[in-house]
């Protein structure tokens, strides 16, 4: 397997730069969600970007899945307070015909906040709610089914420790922190090297 780049797509990334990044063989897009607003207003808006971007890249072709589709990495940042409010999103994702490109959910409900995830139809990860090996623990047996790995920020020892609680789980875990310097920066690649290929 290999380390693959996966660029944000943030709420005002113009159409064309969108393309650009697909045309340099980019194939997991991280989309942010989780928009400025009510919870009702949220979702209308986020329902309405990710149709937009899916009408946009469907029709797309990658050699790098399965499928040869792009994939869709939803980073929601604790924004949907309640599993209602998520559970229309994913109503929407399917209506539209996104549902199965999403790959990752990532930390849909605010850090107080816990929920049954494991009936979802879409692979839900935990990354800011993640202080220690305890929180790995509680999350998976809510039905999170990744662990997103912040080395240079939460420390190389407790990362390793909270990768090893979930691979003895067999959930897989991801290196998800970029913003760091460049030394910190190649921690982060070292450990992402050395997971087991996720899913």
């Not at 697909?22 to 808006?45: C, N, P, T, Y």
């Not at 797309?60 to 209602?84: H, S």
């Not at 090996?133 to 190389?156: F, N, Q």
């Not at 991801?174 to 050395?194: Q, Y």
């Amino acid at each position: 397997h290999f380390v693959a780049r996966v660029p944000l797509v943030t709420y005002n990334l113009p159409e064309r730069e969108l393309l650009n990044l697909v045309d340099e063989g980019h194939f997991l897009l991280k989309i942010k969600i989780g928009q400025a607003g009510s919870q009702s207003r949220m979702l209308e808006k986020d329902l309405a970007r990710l149709e937009r971007i899916h009408k946009l890249l469907r029709d797309r072709r990658t050699d790098q899945t399965e499928n040869g589709r792009l994939a869709y990495y939803l980073d929601a940042n604790g924004r949907y307070e309640n599993r209602e409010t998520l559970l229309a999103l994913v109503a929407g994702l399917e209506r539209n015909g996104a549902l199965g490109r999403v790959v990752l959910l990532e930390e849909p409900f605010p850090d107080d906040r816990e929920y049954e995830v494991r009936d979802l139809p879409l692979r839900i990860a935990a990354d800011e709610s993640l202080h220690g090996v305890e929180d790995v623990r509680r999350k998976i047996e809510l039905g999170y089914g990744a662990v997103a790995l912040k080395p240079a920020g939460k420390t190389l020892s407790m990362s390793v420790l909270m990768a090893a609680e979930a691979q003895s789980r067999r959930v897989p875990c991801f290196v998800a922190d970029s913003a760091c310097v460049p030394l910190l920066l190649d921690w982060n690649r070292i450990v992402a090297a050395h997971l087991p290929a996720f899913p």
